[in-house]
């Protein structure tokens, strides 16, 4: 793993994007007129498991957010060939996904960055370097609007539903696949780490939104300001 670099902040403008896409196009966050955002989805590679079964879920949620005025864009270190054999073997019809995302980018962006270390347990060799996992949430004009960055792709946070589900009223939200895998790869210590991540990720979502208790979470909060 490698250093991390300052991320972008909410209500600031976010650093430029521009990356070829597996369609053949030249995807530009610049020129992207969303109704309300652009989901960018930063992934890890073809070498990575956990992300197909990500994308893939992202791909079948894809209705949902354009009927919610939501762009959504995938994109990886990954050279063109890699990116053109995800997007065929993993099934990603209907999803923009680009490829070539420099390094310098992903930082700029805040992502982590790591280095190659073989073959993973697909048997797929891993980049020199590699972008890890993040989610941006970028108003129109280009500012952000919310964002995670992981070290690894383990248990991504969906910390926009939980914010939903509590600003819509729910007495309580239920987590459950993310914890599959954390007791899969780390047992109690995983499950422990998870849930440190999960109160911390939902603080610093508060903060975000000026909520400083549960009590004040509004409705108003989700697209509201």
Do not use: N
């Not at 250093?3 to 990356?19: I, K, S």
């Not at 879920?57 to 957010?65: A, D, I, N, T, Y």
């Amino acid at each position: 793993m490698t250093d991390l670099c300052p991320r972008p902040m909410p209500r600031h403008p976010v650093p430029d994007l521009a990356v070829a896409t597996v369609d053949g196009s030249l995807w530009r966050l610049a020129d992207r007129r969303p109704e309300r955002f652009t989901l960018v989805v930063a992934y890890r590679g073809r070498h990575c498991p956990i992300c197909r079964a990500y994308l893939q879920e992202l791909v079948r949620l894809l209705p949902e957010f354009a009927a919610r005025g939501v762009d959504v864009l995938a994109v990886s270190a990954d050279d063109e060939a890699r990116a053109r054999e995800s997007h065929r073997e993993w099934r990603l019809e209907g999803l923009a996904l680009g490829y070539g995302l420099s390094i310098a980018t992903g930082r700029a962006w805040g992502l982590y960055v790591s280095t190659g270390r073989g073959a993973t347990s697909i048997g797929i060799e891993e980049p020199a370097l590699f972008t890890e996992p993040g989610l941006f949430l970028v108003r129109p004009d280009g500012t952000l609007y919310w964002a995670a960055v992981q070290t690894m792709p383990f248990a991504r946070p969906g910390f926009a539903d939980v914010l939903k589900a509590l600003a819509l009223g729910a007495d309580a939200v239920l987590i459950g696949r993310p914890f599959v895998t954390m007791v899969y790869g780390a047992g109690a210590e995983g499950v422990k780490t998870y849930v440190e991540k999960l109160k911390a990720e939902l603080a610093d979502t508060m903060a975000m939104c000026g909520a400083h208790s549960l009590a004040e979470i509004r409705r108003d909060m989700l697209f509201g300001y």
